[in-house]
């Protein structure tokens, strides 16, 4: 009995097209690894950087304010 070459010719160009999509992956995963290996200095949250433990400074829209009298609660 013949094989039936088209289900093998489709089974291989599926397979071709898996390792290419892989292949793809593999390149955009090495790329955003540089891309996220090339920022700033490690450890250093840049979120946080400048900020120093213990109380901080009022900022400046809270200097023209006046705080409110608190009344005690009964």
């Known amino acids: 009995m013949p094989k039936d070459t088209r289900a093998a010719a489709h089974k ?29 200095a490690p450890g250093e ?10 109380p901080q400074p009022r900022p400046d829209w809270l200097e023209d304010v006046e705080p409110e009298e608190a009344e005690p609660e009964r």
């Open 45 to 54: 949250d840049p979120d946080i950087a400048g900020i120093l433990p213990g």
């Open 12 to 40: 291989r160009a599926r397979e071709k097209a898996q390792q290419a999509r892989q292949k793809e992956k593999q390149q955009r995963r090495l790329e955003a690894k540089e891309r996220k290996g090339s920022g700033d």
